[in-house]
């Protein structure tokens, strides 16, 4: 460890190995955000002890991670923090700032291995129906639905799809999501058709803001607010008054839940991992082979309801 580590703030720290993360890894800034906020709040851990990133040990690191659980958070948050403190220090090693990763030996809680909540074909086609009436913009609600369930891309990167990627009657879309990565997501004839009604809905109402001064939107779906497209937190709302409108539970629909039914549904229809997995923009397969745990547990359900093997034996 040089002085000048100490000498550094570790505001200057998490700065440092931020903008590390983002030029060399490319990292999306949704998780640059996350380490931002997981590694200061070690840091005023730290500092209330009167110890600092670059003097700190791995007993101060599971001190840290023991007063964490104490605290409540979850296993998931608990784990992120710590794969936050063993990447900064990962940095400062390399940076000469520490001889040594105090974290490094350290194992995380783990995170559970709940499956992902998904829905049913019956239900899915329930919301795609309620949605085509549904609100003050039904064409354009409808086309969110239908390329959410056609393609099973995050939130974020359906409301912030460019108008010009949907020109031409597209048979696919391409998809800018997390760190930047693009790929290519193929539409549905439903998606494709609710798709084209909304682009000409879209351009004569664009068309008529034009004439009175307002410039063109370079959003697919574009609204008034600051980031001048319809915001997740907006969607997300839609999405749920769209569930009451079609009978299906509000808790059990999320934009979330949709990508999780795409994938499941794709999986029992017969597609493979490694085609979903591109679809989905898992960096690793293993993340999307949770869907195979999804259909058994469907498939188990289905025995044990349906098959007479499956059904308690009646009584004498």
């Known amino acids: 460890m040089t002085q000048a580590a100490t000498d550094r703030s570790q505001a200057h720290w998490v700065q440092a190995f931020l903008e590390a993360q983002a030029a060399e890894l490319d990292a999306a800034t949704n998780t640059q955000l996350a380490y931002g906020r997981d590694l200061l709040q070690f840091a005023d851990w730290l500092d209330r002890r009167g110890l600092h990133f670059a003097t700190a040990t791995q007993e101060h690191v599971e001190s840290y991670l023991i007063d964490c659980e104490a605290e409540g958070l979850s296993r998931a948050t608990r784990a992120r923090r710590l794969s936050a403190i063993k990447q900064l220090y990962r940095f400062a090693f390399e940076e000469g700032w520490r001889g040594d990763n105090p974290a490094i030996r350290i194992k995380g809680p783990g995170r559970s291995k709940s499956l992902p909540k998904t829905l049913s074909v019956e239900e899915v086609d329930r919301l795609l129906a309620a949605a085509r009436d549904h609100g003050r913009q039904p ?88 980031a001048g497209h319809l915001t997740r937190q907006g969607f997300y709302r839609l999405i749920k008054d769209i569930a009451v409108a079609a009978g299906v539970s509000p808790s059990k629909v999320t934009p979330h839940t949709i990508r999780h039914a795409f994938a499941t549904h794709l999986l029992a229809g017969g597609a493979d991992l490694r085609s979903i997995q591109t679809m989905l923009g898992h960096a690793d397969v293993a993340t999307t082979e949770i869907y195979t745990h999804v259909l058994e547990d469907r498939l188990r359900d289905l025995v044990l309801e349906h098959h007479p093997l499956g059904k308690a034996a009646p009584k004498a």
């Open 139 to 226: 064409t354009r609600n409808r086309c969110l639905m239908e390329i959410l369930y056609a393609t099973g891309m995050r939130v974020s990167e359906l409301v912030e799809l460019p108008v010009s990627a949907a020109r031409g009657d597209p048979r696919m879309l391409l998809v800018r999501g997390k760190g930047g990565k693009e790929r290519m997501v193929p539409l549905s004839g439903d998606a494709r058709a609710a798709l084209a009604d909304w682009l000409a809905e879209r351009d004569r109402a664009e068309e008529v803001a034009r004439a009175q001064g307002t410039p063109a939107s370079r959003h697919l779906f574009p609204a008034m607010g600051k």
